[in-house]
Nanobody, 123 residues
Framework: QLQLVESGGGLVQPGGSLRLSCAASGFTLPYYVIAWFRQAPGKEREGVSCISSSGGRTNYADSVKGRFTISRDNAVNTAYLQMNSLKPEDTAVYYC????????????????WGQGTQVTVSS
């Protein structure tokens, strides 16, 4: 059974940090691109970041460049999203997704999705 499980969400004050994890099971992560998406209430889902299967290339949405860092550890089948300098507008449910490919893109369809983890940035 192919599965992605996110963790690490929570409530944080503006300017704070969180690290999200995406653990994969049932498939070999090194063959897959990993992406993070988010969806805020009343808004469309937005691509946040993606990382190539080797980890050598990354993409970021303009809204998170310089604040978020995506990474992966293929040895433990897990990807991460380090989020720094968080803003209230980063509040959303964050999803990780996987696609069997080598290069990453935030404008293509992804095959596997996690259940999401809530991130709330508020004072």
């Amino acid at each position: 059974q192919l599965q992605l499980v996110e963790s690490g969400g929570g409530l944080v004050q503006p300017g704070g940090s969180l690290r999200l994890s995406c653990a994969a099971s049932g498939f070999t992560l090194p063959y897959y691109v990993i992406a993070w998406f988010r969806q805020a209430p009343g808004k469309e889902r937005e691509g946040v970041s993606c990382i190539s299967s080797s980890g050598g290339r990354t993409n970021y949405a303009d809204s998170v460049k310089g604040r978020f860092t995506i990474s992966r550890d293929n040895a433990v089948n897990t990807a991460y999203l380090q989020m720094n300098s968080l803003k209230p507008e980063d509040t959303a449910v964050y999803y990780c997704a996987a696609r069997r490919s080598y290069s990453c893109s935030l404008v293509v369809a992804y095959d596997y999705w996690g259940q999401g983890t809530q991130v709330t940035v508020s004072s």
